[in-house]
């Protein structure tokens, strides 16, 4: 199973970007997750292999989106009302099960880098 985020760029505060994950096979859950230099890595939203389903992180709830186009093989992760805490260095994962644990995915892509200026 490959993957590759994109779409990550500099962006000010208050505005909204969308990432992007590209996978190349079907039928795995997709998570997000982020890490900020010095910081441990942070769960930042999952979505079901069906897209039914989805759970997201403490700090990202109500601000973040992520869905998925099967047929586009990718998996988005739309980002509102971005503060500069969320900077960090965002990549998405394949696994079976939705979970917040990193280490329970089993396939993981390079990341892409959001900067969120105040």
């Known amino acids: 199973v490959q993957l590759q985020a994109s779409g990550g760029g500099l962006v000010q505060a208050g505005n909204s970007l969308r990432v992007s994950c590209s996978y190349s096979i079907r039928n795995y859950v997709v998570g997000w997750f982020r890490q900020a230099p010095g910081k441990e890595r942070e769960f930042v939203a999952a979505v079901s292999w069906n897209g039914d389903h989805t759970m997201y992180g403490e700090s990202v709830n109500g601000r973040f989106t992520i869905s998925r186009d099967d047929a586009k093989r990718t998996v988005y992760l739309q980002m509102d009302r971005l503060k500069p805490e969320d900077t960090a260095n965002y990549s998405c994962?394949?696994?079976?099960?939705?979970?917040?644990?990193?280490?329970?995915?089993?396939?993981w892509g390079q990341g892409t880098q959001v900067t969120v200026s105040s």
């Open positions: 994962a394949a696994g079976l099960a939705m979970e917040i644990q990193a280490r329970r995915y089993l396939y």
